[in-house]
């Protein structure tokens, strides 16, 4: 089978890294951002990847030394009781940032005199006599445009990438992130907290972005402010996937979709076990199930793609959902 381009090039990078929270942390480090922190729609508001070329071979050897002593970071894991991805995430990078002695304060609460809470700052980072705030996003969304927005030949939008769950959507997530998030520096409560000032707020929107097969070749230019280098997985029916030649995958846990897997022989799943897995989370929930297409390669089993396979009504329902622009 053909390996999608990132999860070729990451396990070419990565695929010595055997702990997965290591290969998460990893993964957090060095993919593409959702978003092109070059364009001007942002107004120097998103963040560029964490680790940049010239510290990749120090980030690559530090990496290497955690993974064969993950103690640290298995310590402040467990001080944690993970359900949601988000917080796991922010913890992987509280651990980065402060090994790296750049970490301020994390989860920083502002309050109204105790009474109720006016926001959280994710991180304040040491910089040069001043503070950076960082917000942390790590999102999935999958694409769907309405037939009348198709039809009436409207140009696609961020508010066209819709949560798993339809709770929410890229463009709505970005603009709560930029308008609210990223100026609570500036609220009267926050300022006794801050011993120096914040010269810079940006977001980190790290995560995948998920395309039904026939709009992959319409996406590949992306859109304003997307980069176009962001990873990306397919969006499939279960009939799309009975269809599907695959031999072996893995049903991603919520807290395994940072990275791209990888597992033992013998940790997978056949094709009738992944479609029996499906079928019986569809029978007690509507959210749309992770699948890692895997494949041998040096003794392991690597994830060469990824999709979301979605109950039948799921594209109905986004169908139903007000978008700007749709």
Avoid at 4 to 18: K, M, N, T, V
Avoid at 19 to 48: C, N
Wanted: aromatic share 8%; charged share 15%; hydrophobic share 45%.
């Amino acid at each position: 089978m053909r390996m999608d381009s990132y999860q070729a090039g990451f396990h070419q990078q990565w695929q010595h890294l055997h702990t997965p929270h290591v290969r998460a942390l990893a993964w957090m480090l060095t993919a593409p951002g959702l978003l092109d922190a070059q364009s001007p729609l942002w107004h120097a508001a998103i963040a560029q990847p964490p680790v940049t070329d010239a510290a990749a071979q120090q980030c690559r050897q530090w990496l290497q030394a955690l993974d064969h002593d993950p103690a640290a970071l298995l310590t402040l894991l467990g001080r944690h009781s993970h359900r949601r991805l988000g917080l796991y995430a922010e913890t992987l990078f509280e651990f980065y940032l402060q090994a790296h002695g750049l970490l301020h304060a994390h989860g920083l609460q502002v309050h109204n005199k105790g009474s109720n809470t006016i926001g959280e700052f994710d991180f304040l980072l040491q910089r040069d006599g001043s503070l950076l705030h960082l917000e942390l996003a790590t999102k999935f969304y999958l694409f769907h445009r309405t037939d009348a927005a198709v039809a009436a030949g409207k140009l696609a939008v961020l508010h066209d990438f819709l949560g798993p769950n339809l709770a929410d959507s890229l463009g709505a997530k970005i603009r709560k992130i930029i308008d609210q998030q990223l100026q609570l520096s500036r609220h009267p409560l926050a300022q006794p907290l801050l011993p120096q000032v914040v010269s810079t707020a940006q977001a980190l929107v790290l995560g995948w972005l998920f395309y039904r097969e026939q709009d992959l070749p319409h996406q590949q230019a992306g859109l304003p402010g997307l980069n176009v280098k962001h990873c990306r997985g397919l969006i499939w029916t279960q009939e799309e996937l009975q269809s599907l030649e695959f031999d072996q995958a893995l049903v991603l846990d919520r807290l395994d979709w940072l990275a791209p897997a990888q597992v033992l022989p013998g940790a997978t799943q056949d094709k009738a076990q992944v479609m029996a897995a499906v079928e019986a989370s569809f029978g007690v929930t509507e959210t749309p199930v992770m699948l890692a297409l895997m494949q041998e390669n040096q003794g392991q089993m690597q994830e060469y793609r990824r999709g979301m396979v979605v109950p039948a009504n799921w594209f109905m329902r986004a169908a139903e959902i007000k978008r700007p622009g749709g």
